[in-house]
């Protein structure tokens, strides 16, 4: 992905999410040690959990 291409994407992820989701989703998706599965396991629980805590890192992601 370009930068151009990324620097959208973080536009439109930081319109949704909190600035530090929109950052750790960005990085989740950088990160080739991420599968698929557990990208989406972590935005399903960044989903459930961004009215309890705007900081809050799912654990599959923890060494992002």
Not at 34 to 53: K, N, P, Q, T, Y
Request: hydrophobic residues 40%; contains cysteine; negative net charge.
């Amino acid at each position: 992905m370009t930068n151009s291409e990324m620097d959208k994407l973080g536009a439109l992820l930081e319109q949704r999410y909190s600035l530090f989701h929109a950052d750790l989703i960005m990085r989740a998706i950088s990160d080739e040690s991420v599968s698929r599965e557990d990208f989406m396991h972590g935005c399903e629980e960044i989903l459930a959990s961004e009215v309890d805590d705007d900081e809050y890192t799912p654990q599959c992601w923890a060494e992002i």
